[in-house]
């Protein structure tokens, strides 16, 4: 498991603790620390967490309005506290967090339903962010890490940058 990946699972049982708790104000650090000395002792995030966490709970009136838009059928308090936890990080990262690329905020929330959600958690988050990022794109609305070419992965040569064969090896 990644980093950010585990970050993105402790900041969501995190928020997931919060909004069963009834949603004291301000979060209580000793539960997010509970959850980090639980599940991660040895991790050292360098504050993504914490940073995760709060600048969710921040914009989380305006995060719940998206997920109203965009799952109209399904009233906030009704949907699941593990699906309503997850699409909260899930909309944070892709509409308002702007050095994380909108597929990998995606892909993350995905991960995290298929394994903490219910059967059709899965779907459920994929089918409201990606309505969210559809939108997004139609409305020209796109991150500037979004813009970027993707960088190749580990062992893949990026054929922008990849030197040219000499010439006694080209084919004619």
Do not use: C
């Not at 049982?13 to 650090?29: E, H, I, N």
């Not at 308090?77 to 892709?94: K, S």
């Amino acid at each position: 498991m990644s980093n950010r990946h585990l970050a993105r699972t402790i900041a969501m049982q995190s928020l997931y603790q919060w909004d069963f708790r009834g949603k004291p104000v301000p979060a209580p650090r000793e539960m997010i620390e509970f959850n980090i000395k639980e599940f991660a002792p040895d991790f050292d995030d360098q504050g993504f967490i914490f940073d995760l966490i709060d600048k969710t709970l921040d914009r989380i009136a305006e995060i719940d309005e998206v997920i109203t838009k965009y799952a109209p059928d399904w009233p906030i308090d009704q949907i699941t506290n593990v699906d309503r936890a997850i699409l909260r990080v899930g909309v944070y990262e892709l509409k308002f967090a702007e050095n994380i690329p909108s597929k990998v905020a995606i892909n993350e929330a995905i991960e995290l339903a298929k394994t903490f959600g219910g059967e059709s958690s899965g779907r459920f988050v994929n089918g409201v962010l990606g309505a969210i990022y559809k939108d997004s794109i139609a409305r020209g609305d796109i991150k500037e890490v979004d813009k970027q070419p993707p960088k190749p992965k580990k062992g893949e040569v990026d054929e922008a940058v990849a030197p040219e064969a000499p010439a006694e090896d080209k084919k004619e």
